[in-house]
């Protein structure tokens, strides 16, 4: 049971990034896939989730407009596309899997390793 997240890195206020997760190990297409960051020295906080099938997304109001979740069940894979970068939004992004559309991190069962996000220029 694996979920590995990447294409983080650094980037101008105002541009865009795109992070992937790939699954393997479960049954990606049952789950409910979210995004979650964590600031330096802040805690961990919701940014976005994808259901299963219909593919219902939510997203923190600090990020929505900006940010797009997306889900291809053929690869495994979940997207965030990031747009209008700010510098509050460096972070680390973790990818996180779980059987119901929430904001709560205790109803994630399955976790990525993160990948860094720098905005500044």
């Known amino acids: 049971v694996q979920l590995q997240a990447s294409g983080g890195g650094l980037v101008q206020p105002g541009g865009s990034l795109r992070l992937s997760c790939a699954a393997s190990g479960f049954s990606f297409r049952r789950y409910t896939m979210n995004w979650v960051r964590q600031a330096p020295g802040k805690e961990r906080k919701f940014v976005a989730t994808i259901s299963p099938s219909r593919g219902d997304t939510f997203f923190a109001t600090s990020v929505k407009g900006r940010f797009t979740i997306s889900r291809d069940n053929a690869k495994n894979t979940v997207y965030l596309q990031m747009n209008s970068l700010k510098p509050e939004d460096t972070a680390v992004y973790y990818c996180?899997?779980?059987?119901?559309?929430?904001?709560?991190?205790?109803?994630?069962?399955?976790w990525g390793q993160g990948t860094l996000v720098t905005v500044s220029s």
């Open positions: 996180a899997a779980g059987p119901i559309i929430s904001a709560l991190e205790s109803d994630y069962d399955v």
